[in-house]
C-alpha cells in the first residue's frame, strides 16, 4: 500500500474521535484543532444495519479470513476486514487486523490511533496507552494521539499527568526545531483546563494565542464558550461575533447556532 491514506478511514476516524474523546468541554473547538469538522451530516452517515445487510457482511468477512488464512499480510484482505467489523461496531473484532496494518504500516499512523481507541473501548487502557505512546515517540506532536491519550488519562483520574503532558509537548516545540503544532497543542491544553473547571488557566492561554494568531478563529471562540460556561453570556458575545467573521465558511453556521443559543439567554 501506497503511503497515501484511505479517505474511509478517516471518517471512521473522526467517528470514533467524535463519539470517544470526551475530554473536550468545548466539542467546536475539538474538532478544529484535529483539523476536522465533525457536523450533523457526518453523523448522519452512521447507518443502522438490516440484518440482510449484517449477515451479508459477515459473509465478506469470511472471506477476508479465507484469504488472510493463506496470505495473513495480504493489505486488500486486513482493510476490507477492518471495514467490516467497524460496520459491524464490533470492535474486539477489528483489533486483530489494526494491530497487524498498524505494524505493517507504522508510517499510517490513522491505524495506530484506530488501534488505541479500539482498545480503550474494550477498557485496555495500558494497550492504548502503549500505542498513543508509540505515536508520540515518534511524533511527538500528533494531535490525535495527544487528544487520545489525554481522555485515557482523565478516564483513570489522571488529569495532572494529561496536563504535565501537554506541557512538556509545548516546551518542546519551544526548544527544538520540529513539526509541532504548538497553537494546537496549546489549544488542546486550554481544553483541558476547561474540563478541569480551571478557568482562569485556560482563559490566559487563549488570550495569548489570540495575541499572537490575530487570524485565528479558534482562541476566540474557545475564550467565549469557556465565559458562557462561567455563566457570562453577554461578555461572549462579541467574541462570537468576532470569531464567527475570523472562521472558514465550514464553521461559520455551527458558531451562529451557538450565538443564537446566547442571544436566547437573558
Do not use: C
Amino acid at each position: 500500500m501506497s503511503k497515501k491514506r484511505s479517505s474511509w478511514i478517516y471518517v471512521v476516524l473522526g467517528i470514533m474521535l467524535f463519539s470517544l474523546i470526551t475530554v473536550s468541554a468545548l466539542p467546536l473547538v475539538g474538532s478544529v484543532v484535529q483539523g476536522q469538522q465533525f457536523s450533523k451530516d457526518a453523523e448522519r452517515d452512521v447507518i443502522v444495519l438490516s440484518q440482510q445487510e449484517l449477515t451479508k457482511l459477515e459473509a465478506e468477512a469470511d472471506g477476508y479470513q479465507t484469504v488472510l488464512a493463506r496470505e495473513p499480510n495480504n493489505d486488500t484482505a486486513l482493510n476490507g476486514l477492518l471495514k467490516i467489523r467497524l460496520q459491524q461496531k464490533d470492535i474486539e473484532g477489528a483489533i486483530a487486523p489494526l494491530e497487524k496494518l498498524a505494524k505493517l504500516h507504522p508510517e499510517q499512523t490513522e491505524y495506530t490511533i484506530l488501534l488505541a481507541q479500539a482498545k480503550q473501548q474494550v477498557t485496555d487502557y495500558e494497550g492504548a496507552a502503549a500505542a498513543y505512546n508509540q505515536i508520540l515517540a515518534a511524533h511527538p506532536g500528533d494531535i490525535y494521539a495527544l487528544g487520545g491519550i489525554t481522555n485515557l488519562y482523565l478516564m483513570q483520574d489522571l488529569p495532572e499527568r494529561a496536563i504535565a503532558l501537554l506541557q512538556k509537548t509545548i516546551d518542546l516545540a519551544k526548544e527544538t526545531a520540529n513539526n509541532i503544532n504548538q497553537e494546537s497543542v496549546e489549544l488542546l491544553l486550554g481544553e483541558l483546563y476547561t474540563n478541569q473547571q480551571r478557568y482562569n488557566e485556560a482563559i490566559a492561554i487563549y488570550d495569548q494565542l489570540a495575541q499572537v494568531h490575530q487570524d485565528d478563529f479558534r482562541p476566540i471562540l474557545a475564550k467565549a464558550l469557556v465565559l458562557e460556561k462561567q455563566g457570562e453570556p453577554q461578555a461572549a458575545k462579541p467574541l462570537l461575533e468576532q470569531a464567527y467573521v475570523a472562521a472558514p465558511t465550514t464553521y461559520k453556521d455551527q458558531i451562529s447556532n451557538i450565538m443564537a443559543r446566547l442571544t436566547e439567554t437573558p
